[in-house]
């Protein structure tokens, strides 16, 4: 197989890049280990579209996120991405914390955010009824948002794979290949692509993927950060992004809804060596639990629906890093994308193009650039007119599977027959939310892993949950 360019990982940032590289006359080839697109971290954070206010001044990260918020005004109608400004509060209820505000408002300016502002403790519990009565004053950044991360990242790879970029899924490096100084292939374990180019947007991977060219100087240690999700109906909720002061480790745990009307509680920030060890504790969830108190002494944890946990990728030495060499033409390596970085990512998708062509990369645009991408259209959201339209033109919309979400065949089936269509439970959950609500699959589970057997033509014992042998069915009972 022979590309222009390969790029390692195919989360946020992986499909940012092919997305802007697909605008080229220029051939793209994404590859990842995963069976879905989605990445490890871009599908497991608080789905937060920061605004940058509290970045480190003068940094590539501050000056990549602060460029991507207002971005996403426009990219999320091109993509049909689910996106709400409904900004965030930063209320101080000690004095310490009160005397802290003027520093996080003048480090906000300095990284070019200036409509932070000040608010009263009664203006803060007009806005969050259900916030700490003891409040003494805080912030509040009206740009901070919500977003469906799962569909920001697969509409990003969708349109990219629509402008001709190519994915080749469930397909680990295991090497990359140069010769006189220069990349000449990458080793996947579906074959080897020669190529010109390697991004290396690997995320938890990325040093592992580096160290294959004797470029790992630093490392990559996986911070935990485990959450709550409760239900829709829960006694109390807030209606904005509720930020603790943050402290030099951790933004703090935080509460705010979800676009889709849950309520997240959460992440802890634990760093440990494993890469794959998502697993949530007791500590862990205890600890969300006392923090938490402090912002909404009445959150009501009784009303979760699952818990779950996400590894961000922290850099040893830290800090965002993007980086080209003399001695290695056409590899480029980005590492320490940490929390913010599904917001960066569109930005750092035109930030590394604009790199490749200020190095002499001889890229030309298109003239036929497909910019917009539809969504599977959501029946419960629709009006009665719409959705009786619907069923008569498909009668799919009438089989409701996901009693929770009210999530029809038809939607499972746009899934899965989409382009980079689920292949999966998780795939399928991710894309229309079947499973995701109240009994978290227990009555519709059974019933997806029946349609997506049926639709990819195998038996049920061999769909996955995730990754392969992730099997949910062991054989038959009866006949």
Do not use: W
């Not at 599904?342 to 190095?359: E, I, N, P, R, W």
């Amino acid at each position: 197989m022979k590309t222009d360019v390969v790029i390692i990982g195919a989360g946020a940032v992986g499909c940012a890049i092919a997305r802007e590289l697909s605008k080229y006359h220029v051939k793209v080839t994404v590859v990842d280990k995963n069976e879905d697109v989605g990445g490890d971290a871009s599908k497991s954070n608080s789905a937060i579209i920061h605004t940058g206010y509290d970045a480190s001044p003068g940094t590539l990260e501050s000056q990549l996120v602060v460029a991507a918020n207002p971005m996403y005004d426009e990219i999320v109608k091109d993509l049909d991405v689910p996106f709400k400004r409904i900004g965030a509060i930063l209320p101080a209820f000690t004095d310490e914390q009160f005397e802290q505000l003027p520093a996080i408002k003048e480090k906000a300016f300095k990284n070019h955010v200036y409509d932070v502002e000040y608010k009263s403790g009664a203006e803060l519990l007009e806005m969050e009824p259900n916030l700490n009565p003891e409040v003494k004053g805080g912030l509040y950044i009206p740009r901070e948002s919500i977003i469906d991360p799962f569909i920001l990242v697969q509409a990003m790879a969708e349109n990219a794979a629509a402008n001709g970029a190519e994915f080749l899924l469930g397909a680990k490096v295991t090497d990359i290949k140069t010769e006189n100084g220069k990349i000449k292939s990458v080793v996947t374990e579906k074959g080897e692509i020669e190529t010109q180019y390697v991004i290396n947007s690997a995320g938890l991977y990325c040093d592992e993927i580096a160290a294959m060219v004797g470029k790992a100087d630093y490392k990559v240690v996986a911070r935990k950060g485990q959450f709550y999700i409760l239900d829709k109906n829960t006694s109390c909720q807030v209606n904005h992004i509720v930020l603790p002061i943050p402290t030099k480790i951790t933004k703090g745990k935080l509460m705010c809804p979800t676009i889709h009307g849950n309520m997240l509680v959460g992440p802890t920030a634990e760093d440990q060596e494993s890469k794959v060890d998502k697993s949530t504790t007791a500590e862990g969830l205890l600890s969300i639990e006392k923090d938490v108190r402090n912002l909404i002494p009445n959150v009501n944890l009784r009303d979760t629906i699952t818990q779950y946990c996400g590894l961000r990728p922290n850099r040893n030495p830290e800090g965002l890093n993007f980086n080209m060499y003399d001695d290695l033409a056409g590899y480029i390596n980005l590492s320490g994308v940490r929390s913010t970085g599904l917001t960066l990512s569109v930005a750092m998708g035109k930030y590394v193009v604009q790199q490749m062509l200020m190095h002499g990369a001889g890229f030309v645009l298109k003239d036929n650039f497909i910019k917009e991408r539809k969504g599977i259209v959501k029946f419960s959201e629709q009006p009665l007119d719409v959705q009786d339209a619907l069923i008569r033109e498909n009668p799919l919309y009438g089989n409701v599977i996901c009693r929770c979400e009210t999530i029809t065949e038809a939607e499972i089936m746009q899934a899965i027959h989409r382009p980079l269509g689920a292949k999966s439970v998780d795939a399928v959950k991710r894309r229309v939310r079947a499973g995701m609500g109240r009994c978290q699959g227990g009555f519709c589970g059974p019933k997806v892993i029946e349609i997506l057997a049926r639709e990819l033509g195998c038996a049920p014992e061999e769909i996955n949950k995730h990754n392969p042998g992730s099997y949910m069915v062991t054989g038959r009972s009866r006949d």
